[in-house]
Structure formats: structure tokens, C-alpha cells
């Protein structure tokens, strides 16, 4: 797959644009082509979907070879600039997270997710200044989103959080990310404080108490993932029918809700 400075450029204006950017998270390239079908002006994938897709457990458990195999496979079904969740980057230092980014983007990613989890911020820091490194050597402007998980795993007191992850960002910041991700931040004025400190775009993750997007957008966010939100409820409503059908050999829950086959193969191409 040719990299493409193009759909880097187009990934980093979508920050810019007069809306918040709403990324509907795609878990393999029949879900990808499907969302941009829908009007996404770019994919995101999910990390849990993804994994749950290629039968393992969420956290860092998908070997980089399938996902780079993944990624090929999306970005030949899409025609938007694609971003890849990639967890804690897959590599122990950051020499092998740059190896990984190198790989990613060379299979079609114009961006990524790399994120802090419970590890000292210095060795995230060393992460985002590898993989903004393998970009410049490959000519590619990537988008770095970098995840601060204080909300996610909770790991300071609720009156610290925006203190800490503040102070994060800033560390994330200086060493060469695009963007910053809080998940599991949800109070306005919370919020707020965090867009209007970080000099990056904010990026939020649907959750629920999460104000609308046209209320993020007013405190400052500029982006809204839906994380593995999607992916949960395609498997929720597959796992209802697939229960009606195996108990009762129930045909009319196969068909409620579905697509039809002439609009699913209309999305591809061969």
C-alpha cells in the first residue's frame, strides 16, 4: 500500500474543520467500508473490536503481523484516511515502537492511538518521539494521538485528575504529538479546563453522561471517538439472534435489521 502524505494532511485539517470530528470505530474492512458508506469523512479502528474480531482478548494480545495484515485489508476497501488504534504501541521501548509505526503506516495508517495505560509518561514520551521519527523517515506528516488514561484507570484521585492530565499532555505534547485522548472524561467544566490547557486537539470517547457533540465542540473538543462501542452492539444483536435462531429456529430474527445482500456487495469491489 503506497504511503499517502496526502490523507495525512487531509486527517490533520479534519482537526481543524468548523465540526468536531466524529469517528465511528470501524473493527475490520467490511465495518470500515461500511461507516464511510454512511458519509465518515475518515476511519478509526478500535483496538477491542479489532482483537474481538480476530478471536482475542482486548490488551495488547493481537500480534503486530495480523494487524498489519488487518490494516492492508481496510485501507484496500476505503478511500478516507485511516488511523489505527494501536494500543500501547506494540513494542517494549521505543525502538520497537517505532519498527511497529513503520509497519502501520506502511500498510496504509495515517495516524494512531498510542496509549500511557499505568506506565511512568516518560516511556510514552520516548514512544510518540520513535513513531514521529519513523514518519519523517518515511515522508509522512502521522497523526499521533496520544492516550492519557487518569479517567480510564482511574489512577489519581477525581480532584487530580485534570491536574494530571494536564500535566501529561504537556509531556505527550513536547514530544511530538498530534492530539491528546482522554477517555472516560465526562463533566463539562471538566472538559473545558482539559481542551482549553493542551494546546492540541482534544479527543473524548462516547461514554455515558458524555454532553453532545455540539456541546463538546462549544468546551473545546475537536474530536469524538465511539470507541468499541459499535463493535459491542454488532456482536449484542448478532449473539440475540444467533440465540433466537439456535433455540427456536426462529428465521424472522435473521432477517430484523438486516442489510440485504445487494446493498453489503454493492460496498465492494473485487
Known amino acids: 500500500m ?16 468548523p465540526e468536531i470530528l466524529k469517528l465511528a470505530n470501524a473493527w475490520d474492512a ?4 461500511l ?3 454512511l458519509g465518515a469523512t475518515a476511519i478509526a479502528t ?6 474481538w474480531g480476530l478471536g482475542y482478548p482486548d490488551g ?37 515502537v517505532a519498527e511497529a509505526v513503520a509497519q502501520v503506516a506502511d500498510a496504509g495508517a495515517i495516524g494512531m492511538n498510542i ?5 511512568p509518561p516518560d516511556l510514552l514520551a520516548a514512544k510518540i518521539s520513535a513513531a514521529r521519527e519513523a514518519g519523517q523517515r518515511l515522508g509522512i506528516d502521522l497523526f499521533i494521538n ?4 487518569v479517567y480510564l484507570r482511574q489512577l489519581v484521585p477525581p480532584a487530580e485528575r485534570v491536574a494530571e492530565s494536564l500535566r501529561r499532555a504537556k509531556i505527550y505534547r513536547d514530544a511530538g504529538a498530534s492530539g491528546i485522548f482522554v477517555p472516560a472524561i465526562v463533566a463539562a467544566d471538566e472538559i473545558k479546563t482539559v481542551a482549553a490547557g493542551i494546546d492540541r486537539p482534544l479527543n473524548v470517547l462516547a461514554w455515558p453522561g458524555l454532553p453532545s457533540a455540539a456541546e463538546l465542540a462549544a468546551l473545546g473538543v475537536r474530536r469524538l471517538s465511539a470507541g468499541a462501542g459499535l463493535s459491542k452492539v454488532a456482536y449484542g444483536r448478532a449473539a440475540a439472534a444467533a440465540s433466537a435462531f439456535l433455540a427456536e429456529g426462529n428465521s424472522a430474527a435473521l432477517s430484523e435489521g438486516a442489510l440485504d445482500s445487494g446493498t453489503l456487495n454493492g460496498l465492494f469491489k473485487k
Not at 2 to 17: E, K, M, S, V, Y
Not at 46 to 51: E, K, N, P, V, W
Not at 61 to 69: C, D, I, K, R, T
Not at 75 to 85: K, Q, S
Request: proline residues 5%; charged residues 25%; negative net charge.
Open 60 to 96: 495488547d494480545a493481537v500480534p503486530l503481523s495480523e494487524l498489519v495484515h488487518a490494516i492492508r485489508l481496510i485501507a484496500r476497501a476505503i478511500t478516507v484516511p485511516l488511523t489505527v488504534d494501536m494500543e500501547s504501541g506494540f513494542g517494549r521501548d521505543a525502538a520497537e
Open 115 to 119: 496509549e500511557d495505560g499505568s506506565n
Open 2 to 17: 503506497p504511503i499517502r502524505p496526502d490523507a495525512a494532511r487531509q486527517f490533520h485539517a479534519l482537526h481543524r474543520g
Open 146 to 149: 496520544a492516550r492519557v488514561d
Open 30 to 33: 467490511g465495518s470500515a467500508r
Open 35 to 37: 461507516i464511510e458508506s
Open 46 to 51: 478500535t483496538s477491542a473490536g479489532f482483537a
